[in-house]
């Protein structure tokens, strides 16, 4: 899916919504309910690796289960797998055979440390895309992320110099929303990227805050929610529905 | 396993020698081959994520077996999932339990991008270790490991800051062979905790200049070889054993 034909799914749904699927333990049945209940709301799905992966090989299964049924049955829906990798050269290599190979996800997160490299072979692949971490969205981002160098932060070197490696249609970044103002300072760095903007929800951030700080005219921005929907007490519908319907009014 | 257990191990066998399960295609018959060969050579084994992630679920349940076939039949033996994982807390959670509960690791490699809440929930087993990225053997490394904050590259920061996590029982750092001065500054900044040392061997590293560079008066080092030991013309056994025996004479 190119960036264009995301942004048409979201003007076309009035909705930025991206479901994280990280329901514990995991569940293909109880991912298929959520996925059904919420896909007229939201334009991509997030699994998280993390929790499929410490149900073992079972909850491997469960997650390509769920990526085999998301394409089939909601096939102009964004697929991304969180999965925060980042390895050398010929292992990079089997980190994406592993999501656009034998998964067939459109997008992966992948963690910015270990350079260009890392990142190299994911971008090989024609029509997939690489969603790497800038700024993220927990209290300890601060740690590394905010070390100043030449008077720029880290996560600013981090886009400034994936900028270089690929065009918008092949890299997006992850922004978190719990810190606005540097929220603006990534869209500043990267004015027509994607950014994964993740926070909003149970982390506290303010949608209004991030749609104002992070949104362009084409709309470049996909919102995920993840605990505050799959966990919700009135249902993933009603809670998608509500998610989608206080974004709708900044894509008219 | 302590810190002086393991040292125990590598001075009792005059080897620091960490065995990198990474066969493509994965096979846990492959596997088992190779470490009964290489076992009275090696104190560690490191199966990379990657290589069995990428064969799916079955790649997955070859990993399970594989780690519990080294528990049951090499009990002295390190085991480390190098995995090279980071996120949030509430996932870092899923991710820990995956290594140290579902199965039974040593230790498990992780990235230090988001921070000090990332890496928690792994210090928080007792007898459990985390290998956090420092300096990486790669070419990209320095895209941004060697960037520059109040005259400190970023990798020393990293250690400098992970050292106030925990000790030189529960930490210990990924240092590459192939910039041996560097490596230096690495042993200069934790000057007592184990360093696992990729790039000796198919990436060129000398073994030599690492011994030099980063083995202290207790030992803690492990020293990663991969390809040159499973893809060995002469066998993993012979390969495995003259590695070894070029590090006999360093602990006597």
Chains 1, 2 share one sequence.
Not at 147 to 172: C, G, P, Q
């Amino acid at each position: 899916m190119t960036r264009q034909e995301l942004n048409n799914e979201i003007f076309k749904k009035r909705s930025c919504l991206c479901v994280g699927l990280d329901i514990s333990p995991v569940s293909f049945e109880k991912n298929k309910a959520v996925i059904d209940q919420t896909a007229p709301y939201a334009v991509a799905y997030k699994p998280n690796t993390a929790f499929y992966e410490s149900a073992g090989w079972e909850g491997w299964k469960c997650l390509e289960k769920t990526v085999a049924y998301i394409r089939k049955a909601w096939p102009n829906h964004f697929l991304i797998a969180d999965a925060k990798r980042g390895d050398i050269g010929n292992t990079a290599k089997e980190y994406a055979r592993t999501f656009f190979e034998r998964m067939d996800f459109d997008a992966v997160t992948l963690s910015p440390y270990m350079g260009y490299d890392s990142i190299k072979p994911f971008l090989e692949y024609k029509n997939k895309w690489v969603v790497l971490l800038a700024l993220t969205s927990n209290p300890s981002a601060e740690d590394f992320q905010f070390l100043s160098f030449e008077k720029k932060f880290l996560y600013k070197h981090v886009i400034d110099k994936a900028n270089t490696w690929a065009d918008n249609n092949r890299i997006m970044y992850v922004a978190g929303a719990t810190r606005p103002n540097l929220l603006r300072s990534v869209r500043e760095a990267a004015p027509n990227h994607f950014l994964l903007i993740p926070g909003v929800g149970a982390q506290g951030g303010s949608l209004e805050e991030v749609m104002k700080q992070a949104k362009t005219t084409d709309g470049d921005i996909l919102i995920n929610v993840s605990r505050a929907i799959v966990h919700s007490e009135k249902g993933p519908a009603e809670a998608a529905r509500a998610f989608a319907s206080s974004m709708a009014r900044f894509f008219s």
